[in-house]
């Protein structure tokens, strides 16, 4: 299969397409009449050169080659797929279509990026409709996996396999829409939300703001690893679906939405809904669902958190809040961290990953420069401390949920020189892990090393004379 | 202000908030009638004890006390906070309500988990309506930050401002909801969803799974991070809300949702929304929306993919099939990682945090296991290797979407023992860091160090001998 693709509207859904193509080594072809279309393009482009390559842990195939075409004709010459993204307009869309397959490979998959139009509707006036397809897209496309897949009784299962086939191997999930209907599955919940959206704030009850965050601080977090159903089912608790259902039903007669044409909840539909539900999660136990759903929220806040954002902001400001003081008493080593290992930072097995333990050193390192008082207020005045060498010993293996805590040592603290040794010990005591780092001063404006700020150097000399007077703490091992 | 909370009530949602207080060194009062309560709150208990504390990097305050009171008079006794977690039904609120307020002292805050009733609802046969004030949070409590903060003019601001403080000092996000309506902001829209789920079940479209995967897959993500409006206005581009409004308006009009009570599209309602979504985002450009956006996505992606779940899942199975085929030429060192660096891999300043290159060297570690033979079937037989220590110099720093590779060397590989060096460089060839690292191979059985498999040190020797031949690449620094 050639893997050649031909994209017709270059809009921000086709260019997303065209992304997805190009950067997972596809030629492509693009066409679009808007004479700024070669500038806009390159703008989606930028973005998906920045951000698709970041999801993977190897690098993508060699990006492909990228043609900007004159006419359909062109475009569509040899393309294994073509992909329409033209405005929400039938007959234009009909148009469209007529001219792809008078130049097209008869066995072309022709994807339409309609958020509205049924496959039945789009293959209406063509000459093989069978090739026509919705395949369609959520934006950012080239980060979003989903596609709604939605054929009509017209298209074979060959031109169906084919399709789910490619976009798989794009990284996208085809989710096949088995009855066509105007909207498709995602975009009638989109619709309802955002009519609801619009009462709220024509009502005067909230703001564009207040409704954001009622979603992303809340089911919105939800949503993004479990959908509706799974998530109900584990508030249904061990009682199951069937009870949620009867529980949350009666809802449906109460004034809660604007939008009240509500299906009657018949004990047929119940079952119907307990049964899927089952198909779905039964495999699991309501107490491992909970786990699972746990464990994928801490690991989205926690990117949150790294990113400072949204629900992760959230955290970090809370965070200094309950935050320790800094540490007071130098003359014994220096505790320095004292933390719960999150479940980001293990693998499969449940073992915290090797580089963890560098990180709880270099944390263990920052709170050494805070306490000699090379804290933020002096990094931003253009001195820090960087890493030129840490060399770690691994002693024990450990897992999500275990305490850890940090002894820290100033070896050596002089002039630009500042040399660490870190002990790290598990829940009960034992030792697992040992750091030395070797810490060089420098200024951030000439990236050069550089003598500490008088104050901090004095800091530093106090602590490493009053640890010099410990027992060398290597010997330990 | 003591420390000290009530929770009336023990279901799901009750147990969270018990939780919430306790995690965060509050003593807890717990009434509830129901014989099982103990055993329930227990449960919630421990999945709160398991994943909260692992939201943070540095150790929750100690846990408080917890109590559980034979009736709401010992519960309420001295509490600072009393959260009511009753079943829905008015009268019985009313009646708790009445017997809380009999024992409670006076400047309590006694806040509602309600998800229907309004607040006046709720104060309606109270002598103290103004200690009444609905709280209502999402499931699970003890993980999600908002709070539906709902006050009614019977509420004074200094009770609202109490009640705010205190939930922000718990990590939650209160949000005000400014008028009292029914089910307030969050449930109108789900149950909005919820009821467009159910006629899409109902008329056979979808089942609960394929619902699930259009959420998780698509617009889950999104609002994971962003909400709706925010979301929409970057689908507008430069040309703005307004433009985004009345391009999407006209769906309005079309069948695209069995919920099809609409306001009308006004220019007045039209300002209104544009101007909110001003004031929200308007301090951003597109372009710096679009990053944000796809920057959070990636990272929300990326911690899914660790999880090897939902759409993370889907990015793993991508990557088995374009990830590159094992080194096949052993003569000179082995390119082990061809990768870019994510940017939930760096700090706030871009930078690539310190640990990240030990990860790094420790991937090309496991590349190195798998070209010997050491991969996951040699892992499941129940060998494995073992890293026990490593040293890392620091030459140079990288950022995120910097493409780095990296060349190992294996400088010794007999017996048990296998000793690597690494090189990593940087998108324009330049040198930035060396590991030099030790590994044992170990029995998965008994946790100790063995002989490898034969095939395996065969091939371990055959590339240590022909790396010898090269130059000590630890001369080059």
């Not at 001219?99 to 022709?110: G, H, K, L, R, T």
């Not at 086939?165 to 088995?178: K, N, Q, Y």
């Not at 539900?277 to 990117?303: C, F, P, V, Y």
């Amino acid at each position: 299969m050639e893997k050649k693709a031909a994209i017709i509207g270059g809009g921000v859904i086709g260019g997303g397409w065209l992304a997805r193509f190009l950067l997972n080594g596809w030629d492509v072809n693009l066409y679009d009449p808007d004479p700024e279309s070669e500038r806009k393009i390159k703008a989606v482009l930028e973005n998906a050169r920045h951000a698709l390559p970041m999801l993977y842990d190897v690098n993508l195939p060699t990006e492909g080659s990228l043609k900007f075409c004159e006419n359909i004709k062109d475009a569509v010459d040899g393309a294994t797929w073509i992909q329409e993204s033209v405005p929400e307009r039938l007959a234009l869309k009909h148009k469209v279509f007529n001219e792809i397959i008078n130049y097209a490979s008869s066995d072309a998959v022709i994807g339409s990026s309609t958020s509205g139009f049924k496959p039945s509707e789009l293959q209406e006036e063509s000459i093989r409709p069978d090739s026509i397809i919705v395949t369609h897209p959520f934006n950012p496309v080239y980060l979003l996996p989903l596609i709604e897949l939605v054929p009509s009784p017209a298209n074979s299962e060959a031109i169906i396999n084919k399709a789910k086939e490619i976009l798989t191997s794009l990284g996208m999930f085809p989710l096949h829409v088995r009855k066509e209907i105007d909207a498709h599955i995602a975009d009638r919940f989109l619709e309802a939300v955002w009519r609801e959206g619009l009462w709220l704030i024509k009502d005067g009850i909230a703001t564009t703001q207040e409704i954001d965050d009622a979603i992303r601080y809340g089911f919105g977090l939800r949503w993004a690893q479990m959908g509706l159903f799974e998530t109900y089912r584990i508030a249904g608790g061990e009682e199951g679906m069937a009870h949620f259902i009867s529980q949350f039903g009666p809802c449906l007669q109460w004034p809660w939405t604007k939008l009240m044409d509500v299906p009657e909840l018949t004990d047929e539909l119940i079952e119907q809904i307990a049964n899927q539900s089952d198909m779905q999660s039964g495999h699991k136990s309501i107490r491992e669902l909970e786990r699972l759903r746990d464990n994928n929220l801490i690991a989205i806040l926690r990117s949150l958190k790294n990113e400072n954002t949204a629900a992760g902001a959230l955290i970090n400001k809370h965070e200094q809040i309950i935050k320790p003081e800094l540490p007071s008493e130098y003359n014994g080593p220096i505790t320095t961290i004292n933390r719960v290992i999150p479940n980001d930072w293990t693998d499969y097995n449940g073992h915290m990953n090797e580089s963890r333990y560098g990180q709880i050193f270099s944390d263990a390192a920052d709170i050494i420069m805070k306490t000699v008082g090379a804290n933020e207020a002096y990094i931003a005045s253009g001195l820090s401390y960087f890493t030129v060498d840490i060399s770690i010993k691994f002693l024990a293996e450990t897992h999500a949920g275990s305490n850890i805590h940090v002894k820290s040592f100033i070896l050596q603290g002089e002039g630009k020189k500042m040399r660490l040794f870190h002990q790290m010990f598990g829940d009960d005591g034992n030792l697992m892990a040992t750091g030395e780092q070797m810490l060089i001063h420098v200024s951030l404006k000439t990236r050069r090393a550089c003598e500490p700020r008088k104050d901090v150097l004095t800091n530093l000399e106090r602590i490493a004379a009053a640890h010099s007077k410990i027992e060398d703490p290597r010997g330990e091992k």
